[in-house]
């Protein structure tokens, strides 16, 4: 389990941990600070795409290689970062990383059920739990490992930590067994069985959703729905679609979730990429400092995500959810660098428990209205909508922020945030309702 773990946890972390290291970099290079955007979002359209992608391989072919084939990926995004002579290089990088680290999940979820299924039995919840906390929870530990690198190596840390990680990871991952897939007798297209159709379909769409946000205008947003409903007819009559359109339209309820992944990762990114910025601007604190302020973040995160598990009643979980992230929304409207620091880390204590809570009410909804036999499917769907909400944010503080990071931006990411959650209290009401799902689709098709 510890080199699939080391593997599921890099995605995360490394989607989090360049937070502190932002303003550092765009110094550096002499950009302004919104530019610090063009390093977060190009690694969630990766790992937007990457995610089912390498899923999708992993059932093809042997899962180990998938495994193996992200470790090294994420050796050479580390490498090019580490020795990058222009910022140009670190988006490569971040491109390159995005992919790598996309295998990791997907791969170990395959490899776990091969290897329970061989002996007749299903995947344990502990081993299940494991997973999905290396693979959700540990984000929030990113922005403190990021601080304590970059006060140590400078920025490139957050890059260089890569190496080793992958080195020890490739090592332990001799232990884990091969589980190849039997080949068909017929030869299969690669190129047909991963949709490379769909996945080009929807990088355009992935990528004009990244000028919208980034530079609105009424012919890209023409742009956008056009490419949407091109994308969504061209899956619907896919054998085997990249994004299965089908089956959500099958499945309301689950697609609810989807929605809820999309904003809530939509508002919590805004939340931690603004505030640890902030602070390092208006509190004048160093990367280290702003890492060692938010650990209590940290802290509360992992432990109200654990404790709200324990509860049974899913309704009173996700009531608990959207109620704290409207209070966190309405915290960061009223924020300001004359409150003391106190303050601003009771505040960030509050984001903890907002994202814990949420992570794990989205988690158990998922759980609850994904039909059996295709939880891998509803899995690679539910993170491939978090990402576009990532996407989505990493534009948006790239164009706040560009003009400078102060009081006043900050406070306009904040009605954003509250947009958004606005349309997760819309979506919980929509959630208990009581709409009834649409015929099976494994038994309708």
């Given at each position: 389990m510890?080199?699939?773990?080391?593997?599921?946890?890099?995605?995360?972390?490394?989607?989090?941990?360049?937070?502190?290291?932002l303003?550092?970099?765009?110094?550096?290079?002499?950009?302004?600070?919104?530019?610090?955007?063009?390093?977060?979002?190009?690694?969630?359209?990766?790992?937007?795409?990457?995610?089912?992608?390498?899923?999708?391989?992993?059932?093809?072919?042997?899962?180990?290689?998938?495994?193996?084939?992200?470790?090294?990926?994420?050796?050479?995004?580390?490498?090019?970062?580490?020795?990058?002579?222009?910022?140009?290089?670190?988006?490569?990088?971040?491109?390159?990383?995005?992919?790598?680290?996309?295998?990791?999940?997907?791969?170990?979820?395959?490899?776990?059920?091969?290897?329970?299924?061989?002996?007749?039995?299903?995947?344990?919840?502990?081993?299940?739990?494991?997973?999905?906390?290396?693979?959700?929870v540990?984000?929030?530990?990113?922005?403190?490992?990021?601080?304590?690198?970059?006060?140590?190596?400078?920025?490139?840390?957050?890059?260089?930590?890569?190496?080793?990680?992958?080195?020890?990871?490739l090592?332990?991952?001799?232990?884990?067994p091969?589980?190849?897939?039997k080949?068909?007798?017929?030869?299969?297209?690669?190129?047909?069985?991963?949709?490379?159709?769909g996945?080009?379909?929807?990088?355009?769409?992935?990528?004009?959703?990244?000028?919208?946000?980034?530079?609105f205008?009424?012919?890209?947003?023409?742009?956008?729905?056009?490419?949407?409903?091109?994308?969504?007819?061209?899956?619907?009559?896919?054998?085997?679609?990249?994004?299965?359109?089908?089956?959500?339209?099958?499945?309301?309820?689950?697609?609810?979730?989807?929605?809820?992944?999309?904003?809530?990762?939509?508002?919590?990114?805004l939340?931690?990429?603004?505030?640890?910025?902030?602070?390092?601007?208006?509190y004048?604190?160093?990367?280290?400092?702003?890492?060692?302020?938010?650990?209590?973040?940290?802290?509360?995160?992992?432990?109200?995500?654990?404790?709200?598990?324990?509860?049974?009643?899913?309704?009173?979980?996700?009531?608990?959810?959207?109620?704290?992230?409207?209070?966190?929304?309405?915290?960061?409207?009223?924020?300001?660098?004359?409150?003391?620091?106190?303050?601003?880390?009771?505040?960030?204590?509050v984001v903890g428990?907002?994202t814990?809570?949420?992570?794990?009410a989205?988690?158990?909804?998922?759980?609850?209205e994904?039909?059996?036999?295709?939880?891998?499917?509803s899995?690679?769907?539910?993170?491939?909508?978090?990402?576009?909400?990532?996407v989505?944010?990493?534009?948006?503080?790239?164009?706040?922020?560009?003009?400078?990071?102060?009081d006043?931006?900050?406070?306009?990411?904040?009605?954003?945030?509250?947009?958004?959650?606005?349309?997760?209290?819309?979506?919980?009401?929509a959630?208990?309702?009581?709409?009834?799902?649409?015929?099976?689709?494994?038994?309708?098709?």
């Amino acid at each position: 389990m510890l080199p699939l773990v080391l593997g599921t946890m890099m995605n995360p972390l490394n989607s989090t941990m360049l937070i502190t290291a932002l303003t550092t970099i765009c110094t550096h290079f002499g950009r302004d600070t919104g530019a610090g955007a063009l390093l977060i979002t190009p690694l969630y359209i990766a790992a937007t795409i990457g995610q089912p992608l390498m899923g999708r391989l992993a059932d093809i072919y042997n899962p180990k290689a998938v495994n193996r084939l992200g470790f090294i990926l994420v050796f050479i995004a580390g490498v090019i970062g580490v020795f990058a002579p222009a910022f140009e290089w670190l988006i490569v990088s971040r491109v390159i990383l995005g992919l790598g680290t996309s295998a990791a999940y997907p791969s170990s979820m395959a490899l776990v059920t091969r290897k329970y299924r061989e002996t007749g039995q299903t995947v344990p919840g502990e081993v299940l739990g494991i997973l999905t906390v290396a693979s959700q929870v540990v984000m929030i530990l990113g922005p403190v490992l990021g601080g304590f690198l970059t006060s140590v190596m400078g920025w490139y840390g957050v890059f260089f930590v890569n190496i080793p990680w992958v080195i020890v990871s490739l090592y332990l991952s001799k232990a884990i067994p091969s589980y190849p897939v039997k080949k068909s007798r017929k030869p299969v297209s690669v190129l047909n069985e991963v949709d490379a159709g769909g996945i080009l379909l929807f990088g355009m769409f992935l990528v004009s959703v990244f000028i919208t946000v980034m530079k609105f205008h009424w012919f890209f947003l023409a742009a956008l729905i056009v490419l949407l409903i091109v994308f969504m007819i061209y899956e619907w009559k896919r054998e085997n679609p990249f994004v299965d359109v089908k089956f959500m339209y099958f499945r309301p309820r689950l697609f609810e979730v989807y929605l809820r992944i999309l904003f809530t990762n939509y508002v919590t990114y805004l939340l931690l990429y603004s505030m640890i910025q902030w602070i390092e601007v208006v509190y004048e604190k160093t990367p280290s400092e702003a890492g060692v302020l938010t650990l209590p973040m940290s802290v509360i995160s992992a432990v109200s995500a654990m404790m709200i598990s324990k509860n049974k009643n899913l309704k009173k979980i996700n009531a608990a959810a959207t109620i704290f992230m409207m209070i966190t929304c309405a915290g960061l409207l009223v924020l300001s660098g004359k409150f003391p620091l106190a303050v601003i880390i009771g505040f960030t204590v509050v984001v903890g428990a907002t994202t814990g809570t949420n992570m794990v009410a989205n988690q158990l909804s998922l759980n609850a209205e994904a039909p059996s036999g295709k939880t891998g499917v509803s899995f690679g769907l539910y993170r491939t909508f978090g990402y576009i909400g990532a996407v989505v944010s990493g534009m948006q503080l790239k164009t706040i922020f560009s003009g400078g990071i102060t009081d006043g931006s900050l406070h306009s990411i904040g009605l954003c945030a509250s947009v958004g959650g606005v349309l997760l209290v819309l979506l919980y009401v929509a959630k208990f309702r009581g709409v009834r799902a649409k015929p099976d689709p494994l038994k309708f098709l």
